[in-house]
């Protein structure tokens, strides 16, 4: 990237929120390109590295998924204050796509159907382990600045292979298929 110190490779980063991991998923297809990538960034996090905290000072994150939770949103925030370029990456961060179909019905009824509703064994609503539910969900630009937007569901791999190779290069993918934010 351009704009990285000298002597320092560029840092790249993941990360999964609500969605069905496709964007991953597609980000794997890139097979033996993932080399190719890992000779020329760091991959500080995500689903290639075992990392538990999301770093400081990344260039490149790729935001797969839509804000759905307060542990979303903690997260969304987190990643934008420490990253330089956030890709919003498929249709689920850039639009809300399938998370999104809960928002007309909102948290409770949805939370109802799952754990009273179709539910045999001691029904009732988990008090533990669940993530408190945002009222909507919604994309990551609904939330924090997002620079580059990746659509798709999911996005091919050979269109996530060129996005992160354009932008480690310092260059942003062509408009209408990829744009810049603000």
């Known amino acids: 990237m351009d704009e990285t110190a000298p002597g320092r490779r560029p840092r790249l980063a993941t990360i999964w929120l609500d969605g069905c991991s496709g964007c991953h998923m597609s980000l794997l297809d ?107 969900s919604l994309p990551v630009h609904a939330w924090a600045p997002v620079d580059v937007f990746v659509t798709g569901c999911p996005p091919s791999a050979d269109r996530i292979f060129e996005v992160i190779s354009g932008l480690l290069d310092g260059q942003l993918p062509e408009v209408g298929q990829v744009s810049r934010f603000g």
């Not at 260039?59 to 939770?69: H, K």
């Not at 919003?88 to 928002?103: E, I, W």
Request: aromatic letters at 4%; charged letters at 30%.
């Open 30 to 136: 890139i097979d033996e390109r993932l080399l190719e990538l890992a000779g020329r960034a760091d991959i500080v996090y995500g689903c290639l590295v075992d990392a538990k905290e999301f770093p400081l000072d990344v260039d490149v994150t790729l935001v797969e998924g839509a804000v759905s939770s307060e542990e979303d949103l903690r997260k969304v925030l987190e990643v934008r204050e420490r990253t330089r370029v956030l890709v919003a990456l498929g249709d689920c961060a850039v639009t809300s796509n399938v998370p999104g179909m809960r928002n007309p019905f909102g948290p409770k009824p949805l939370l109802e159907r799952a754990y009273i509703e179709n539910v045999t064994i001691n029904p009732g609503i988990p008090t533990e382990g669940l993530p408190a539910l945002l009222p909507e």
